[in-house]
Structures are given as structure tokens and as C-alpha cells.
């Protein structure tokens, strides 16, 4: 997410959020229970498309023009993501922040 007008409550949010995570790993120490994030970019949702109002075809543009890979996420994508992170192939992972945005928090 780049901070921009209107962005402040959204930010502050994603920045609580990350820092709960960071105490939660260190308070449930030893549980088994593990806490990751999941940060995904724009996604093909009917909100998404709400968000924009009347200019949704533009605004869509505009986020697949922006995007590494060229195309928004899909639902079915973000949902692989968090199946992983729930399944024991990801047993290890702990505290971490997994970004599911087709690489555009690298660019």
C-alpha cells in the first residue's frame, strides 16, 4: 500500500496489525499455535470493483497496468495462500507476512 490522502486509517490498521503478530509469536511461545499475515493485492472482488464506482473498468486498468505480473489477483489465489499457511507444509512458518500481490510490494 503506498500512503497517500485518505490512506492514514488504512495504514495505521496494517501497521497494528502487523505489530499484534510480532507480540502474539512471543506470547504464544511454545503453544503450537502460529500466526502469519496474509497481504494481498488488488483482488478480482465485487468490492473491489465498488470501490471505484463508476470508473471501475478505469480503475482496473489501472491496478493491472501497476502490477509486475500484468493482472489483478484472483480470490481462489489469496485463498491457496491461506490454505497453505493453515496446512503442515507450513509448520515452520511463523510470524511472518506472506504477500500475495503478483510482486507489487517489490516495485
Do not use: C, H
Amino acid at each position: 500500500m503506498d500512503p497517500g490522502p485518505s490512506m492514514s486509517i488504512y495504514g495505521g490498521t496494517k501497521a497494528a496489525v502487523r505489530n499484534m503478530v510480532r507480540s502474539w509469536v512471543a506470547e504464544l511461545k511454545g503453544t503450537g499455535i502460529r500466526i502469519n499475515i496474509v497481504s494481498p493485492g488488488p483482488t478480482n472482488t465485487d468490492s473491489l470493483r465498488e470501490a471505484f464506482g463508476d470508473n471501475a473498468d478505469e480503475g482496473l486498468a489501472f491496478l493491472t497496468a501497476k502490477s509486475p505480473l500484468g493482472r489483478i489477483g484472483e480470490p481462489e489465489e489469496i485463498a491457496s495462500v491461506v490454505a497453505f499457511l493453515a496446512s503442515d507444509s507450513a509448520s515452520y512458518v511463523n510470524g511472518v507476512e506472506l504477500f500475495a500481490d503478483g510482486g507489487a510490494s517489490q516495485t
